[in-house]
């Protein structure tokens, strides 16, 4: 297989292969152990940079017209000195994992579409999945946001059509446009117990609380949404 990384290009064998589902979409995404040669010290020392500087992406598998055809990251890397000097070589053994790069199309939450302008999702090594959105919203549906208590049903168009039962935070504010919102969302997991405790989600014991104090529920989501207003909702990064 022939690869780039940045201005290096180069064959390298296949060692090992395998494959496993994206936590993010299902579908199979390959892991590689590949081998190649730097017969320079130039290259070595450029081979050697490109793997630190590839930890997140940016190496390309080549196809027959040397066009990019997918993108892969380096997860470990190692190198050898075979021979003595000067007429040894230098051999690389790189680990890496295919990467998917996805565009959330539209956030559904429930019964409500956000068109993101800036999105941001990690997995993390749970394989639970967090996501940050920033988007436009009508006053009906941030009303009908601020009435969500509990997990819901989240689904990314452009990623996967499967929706995921998810936790909500949001903040909203003003932009030239209109009204905007910044939401997070994080898969919910059944409750665990455990030798370090109870993990299951806040908001429930928050509303059960409510419940047993026969609290004005109304008043409250009024209050709590007055709160989650801020000045300027582009201010920070995701």
Excluded at 26 to 31: D, F, K, T
Excluded at 200 to 215: R, W, Y
Aim: with cysteine; charged share 30%.
């Amino acid at each position: 297989m022939k690869f780039r990384a940045g201005g290096l290009e180069f064959n390298a064998s296949v060692a090992e292969a395998s494959q496993s589902p994206s936590p993010r979409t299902g579908e199979m995404l390959r892991s590689l152990t590949i081998q190649f040669r730097a017969q320079k010290a130039a290259m070595h020392e450029q081979a050697l940079d490109e793997a630190e500087q590839r930890q997140i992406g940016g190496l390309f598998s080549l196809g027959e017209a040397d066009e990019p055809e997918e993108e892969w990251r380096v997860r470990a890397s190692t190198s050898t000195y075979v021979g003595t000097e000067p007429w040894g070589i230098n051999h690389h053994v790189w680990r890496i994992e295919q990467l998917e790069r996805l565009a959330c199309q539209r956030l559904v939450l429930q019964a409500i579409e956000l068109e993101p302008y800036d999105y941001i999702e990690d997995v993390t090594e749970d394989e639970t999945i967090r996501l940050a959105a920033r988007a436009l919203i009508s006053a009906e549906n941030l009303e009908s946001l601020s009435k969500i208590a509990g997990p819901i049903d989240v689904t990314r168009v452009g990623i996967s059509s499967t929706p995921r039962r998810m936790s909500l935070q949001y903040v909203w504010g003003e932009r030239p446009e209109g009204l905007a919102v910044v939401v997070r969302c994080e898969d919910v997991h059944e409750p665990r117990l455990t030798l370090r405790g109870l993990a299951m989600a806040p908001e429930a014991d928050l509303e059960d609380l409510m419940t047993v104090l026969g609290a004005d529920v109304e008043e409250l989501r009024r209050h709590r949404h007055a709160r989650r207003r801020v000045t300027d909702l582009d201010a920070w990064r995701l």
